[in-house]
């Protein structure tokens, strides 16, 4: 199958020069189809401090709120945004229980000046940045509206139980 | 997804519950034209999701999530309206059915004796397989199978 030179050169710069706290890596029988990582932000519920805190080793660091994701560009790429979805359960009023997330750049406002990377970085700012008036988790949403507090405790509880490396 | 049936609500239906157990690996991937891009299962999967919801064709076969947790979408609930002028209309069952491809021990499809299954190919969709099976149960052979009682379940 041939490739798209774009999604070609989009591949070897996230590979050589990833993003802080962002990983992907084509399958090696689609090309098309990413595995995706995205650490937690500092400061958001969805950052593993426990795991930080905890670990004898510093190398393990490393692991603290990593989700992981599936992306895919579709043939259209990029006159249509590409698909992503998490695969690590998450507790975020834009995300549902089947990792689907509500995110204007991969709907209506996408634009083919948008890539990849910029995708990935749009959905790790989404975390440090809930929309709870846009929701796509109706419950997880009015949880963040009636009681921020507690609505990021259980964010916090979920990324501990299910985000690892 | 119902679970138990109204009556009054559909007076000339049979409605066949039926589980779909998705494998992991299940190769929607066998086979795709060179040119085009092949759509991983999980994204596929998710595109068939959102047309079961809303709803698809004259509604004799609908379909969903048995769980809205589970992530990598293994397990469907699929619901099949009787067609009429069959034995299969007016009744009303949950699963139990006699049908030359169902089991009559555990009410499992055979593959190998449900052509749409037996020659699987990516462009199938649980959608195919349910009106599949629906054909089946309006054929010439089938359609006057004795039943068991309505209600009964496997």
């Not at chain 1, 080793?57 to 603290?64: A, G, H």
């Not at chain 2, 779909?20 to 999967?45: C, E, G, V, W």
């Not at chain 2, 009744?91 to 030359?100: A, C, E, I, K, T």
């Not at chain 2, 959608?127 to 309006?138: C, G, K, S, W």
Request: hydrophobic share 35%; proline share 9%; with cysteine.
């Amino acid at each position: 199958m041939s490739l798209p030179k774009r999604i070609i050169k989009e591949t070897e710069r996230l590979v050589a020069d990833p993003a802080p706290g962002i990983t992907a890596a084509p399958h090696d029988d689609n090309l098309r189809y990413f595995d995706v990582t995205i650490q937690g932000p500092d400061g958001s519920p969805f950052q593993n401090l426990s795991a930080r805190r905890l670990s004898p080793d510093p190398s393990q660091n490393y692991s603290d709120g990593v989700f992981r994701l599936e992306l895919f560009l579709p043939e259209e790429y990029p006159m249509s945004p590409p698909k992503v979805r998490f695969l690590t359960k998450i507790y975020h009023p834009n995300i549902d229980k089947l990792g689907r997330i509500c995110l204007d750049i991969l709907k209506d406002k996408w634009s083919p000046a948008l890539q990849i990377r910029t995708v990935l970085l749009s959905i790790q700012a989404l975390l440090s940045a809930p929309n709870p008036d846009d929701p796509l988790a109706t419950d997880v949403a009015k949880h963040y509206k009636e009681n921020e507090a507690d609505a990021q405790r259980v964010s916090r509880e979920w990324t501990e139980k299910y985000a690892h490396a | 997804m119902p679970t138990t049936l109204n009556r009054e609500a559909t007076p000339q239906t049979l409605l066949l519950h039926a589980l779909l157990q998705l494998s992991r690996h299940l190769s929607f991937a066998s086979f795709t034209t060179p040119t085009m891009a092949k759509i991983p299962r999980n994204f596929r999967l998710l595109e068939e999701l959102e047309k079961g919801e809303k709803g698809i064709g004259d509604g004799s076969c609908s379909y969903g999530l048995e769980d809205s947790d589970d992530i990598m979408m293994s397990h469907w609930n699929g619901t099949i309206i009787g067609p009429g002028h069959t034995v299969h209309e007016n009744l009303q069952f949950v699963s139990r059915v006699n049908l030359p491809f169902v089991s009559q021990v555990d009410g499992k499809v055979d593959p190998n004796k449900l052509p749409v299954l037996a020659h699987w190919n990516r462009n199938h969709s649980i959608e195919t397989v349910l009106v599949e099976i629906r054909r089946e149960m309006a054929s010439f052979n089938n359609r006057k199978l004795p039943q068991p009682p309505e209600g009964s379940t496997f």
